[in-house]
């Protein structure tokens, strides 16, 4: 056997009446809807039930699966205590699965556990899956901050599993959608949290998997959206089959989106294989950018790929403008990779006779020595976007009020401590969140004295 179908679900606290004590009668479609989840979960009298959660154990680099036998929660943090789940786990699924991805190379398992009460976005699932059938065991399974195929890749690893253990599984993705639809929401508007819900629940009533692995990171991150990665293990766990969608519900009416839609798995698919899809789809993109760099940014590409593969620092190529050669100033070379930032070092100041021998010691910072992620491997170098930024003397400036995001990145300095943001970033909109950030990153506290300065860049992507 394998997985038998999926289901996409919210998990509001306040759809169950002890937390709702009568509110949870405005998302009546929702309650609905997770009742003939429940009903069709019951009919097909799965073994185990594989649960993603966004809101239990995650790391940035590593799957949690949660170990044991068995697993309690409740809903106190809600106001609550009386709202109970127990549930037994499916071990020998779980051990099997930490072995599966362990294979191919994915980083996932049962360490780390901190706290094995099971959360909320579990128990709002299973209370009504649970007045329906309980004959299942369950594997509880967090996100990470590991890119969206690496999700999709989990999601195959469940798969698999379920097929050499002969189990029937139904997948169980638990995640709101954004969370900034209204003034009066818990997090405010955000024009891209209507937008957001738009586009992912047009993909999940036509089951267009590839679009959940196709969203922009911060267009995500803008729409404060909770279980895209959580749909995107699903989709992998549906990987080369052909499946029945069926969109029960939408609303929104506290301000987040909830969404519940059934896939029933029909047979084999081999045109829905959406990970080997979305990396033919990047690679193509790649090549077409590769082809349309100017000299700044091959040059960033050609240090970075050198050095990875030799061991060594390139030298100054023939045929550089004279303006790189000539010129002295900060550069900071960015690396992205699938969308998603994977390393990025500059200069505020120029530390070398030129902007090309910047760029040529910044990109190899950039690959190797970003405190934030690990040291590009040589199997990346296909997958990455470079852009160069080369800055123009900062200026200092009394208000916040004389930033621009999309013009001036800024300077905070305290002392001998100083943090700096580029301009025109992805999912910064405001020179308060601009200048937020840059304190955080040099450490300075929003109680201190500190001071401003500006500058403009040319970005050369």
């Known amino acids: ?7 996409i ?27 003939e989840v429940a009903y ?42 009386a709202a109970k789940i127990e549930a037994a786990y499916d071990s020998e699924f779980v051990h099997a699965l930490a072995g599966a991805a362990e294979q191919v190379g994915l980083s996932a ?17 299973l209370r009504f899956i649970n007045e329906q059938y309980n004959d299942y065991k369950l594997v509880r399974i967090g996100l990470s901050g590991l890119p969206e195929l690496d999700h999709y ?21 638990s995640g709101d959608l954004s969370h900034k639809l209204t003034d009066d929401g818990p997090y405010g508007f955000d024009e891209a949290g209507p937008a957001f819900d738009s586009d992912i629940t047009t993909a999940m009533a036509q089951a267009d998997f590839l679009h959940f692995l196709s969203f922009d990171e911060s267009f995500s991150e803008a729409a404060a959206e909770c279980g895209l990665r959580s749909f995107i293990i699903m989709a992998g766990a549906l990987d080369g089959q052909a499946v029945d969608s069926d969109f029960l519900s939408y609303e929104g ?9 059934a896939y029933r798995v029909t047979g084999d698919d081999a045109s829905r294989h959406f990970d080997t899809i979305y990396e033919n789809k990047q690679a193509e993109q790649i090549e077409a950018a590769k082809s349309g760099e100017d000299a700044y940014v091959r040059l960033a590409r ?22 790189m050669l000539n010129r002295r100033a900060g550069a900071f070379v960015t690396l992205k990779k699938h969308g998603q930032l994977r390393g990025c070092i500059g200069t505020i100041g120029p530390m070398t006779d030129s902007i090309a021998e910047e760029i040529l010691r910044n990109a190899v910072s950039a690959g190797t ?22 800055l123009a003397p900062a200026e200092p400036i009394q208000s916040i009020d004389e930033l621009d995001v999309k013009r001036y990145g800024v300077i905070v300095s305290k002392g001998y401590k100083r943090g700096l943001l580029l301009p025109n970033l992805d999912g910064v909109n405001t020179p308060q969140e601009q200048v937020s950030i840059a304190m955080q990153k040099g450490g300075i506290q929003p109680n201190e004295d500190y001071t401003l300065e500006r500058f403009e860049v040319v970005r050369h992507k």
């Open 153 to 173: 890749r989990l999601g195959k690893c469940i798969a698999q599993t379920a097929e050499d253990l002969n189990r029937r599984v139904v997948f169980v993705a």
């Open 109 to 125: 398992g049962t360490q780390g556990e901190r706290d094995n009460t099971l959360d909320h976005a579990t128990i709002v699932p």
């Open 369 to 390: 020595e970003d405190p934030r992620f690990p040291t590009v491997t040589k199997s990346e170098l296909k997958d990455l976007v470079y852009s160069v930024d080369v």
């Open 302 to 323: 050609l240090s970075l790929e050198i050095y990875l593969k030799t061991g060594k620092r390139v030298q100054l190529p023939d045929g550089l403008p004279a303006e």
């Open 1 to 7: 056997m394998s997985v038998i179908a999926a289901f």
């Open 253 to 261: 009416t506290f301000g987040v989106g909830y969404g519940v839609c």
């Open 40 to 81: 069709r979960i019951a009919a097909l009298k799965p073994d185990t039930i594989v649960l993603t959660s966004p809101h239990t154990t995650m790391y940035a680099d590593y799957f949690h699966i949660s170990p044991g036998e068995t697993a309690r929660g409740d809903l106190g943090r809600f106001g609550a205590p």
């Open 9 to 35: 679900v919210p998990h509001p606290p306040i759809i169950l009446p002890e937390v709702g004590r009568g509110k949870e009668k405005e998302i009546q479609k929702t309650i609905d809807a997770f009742k």
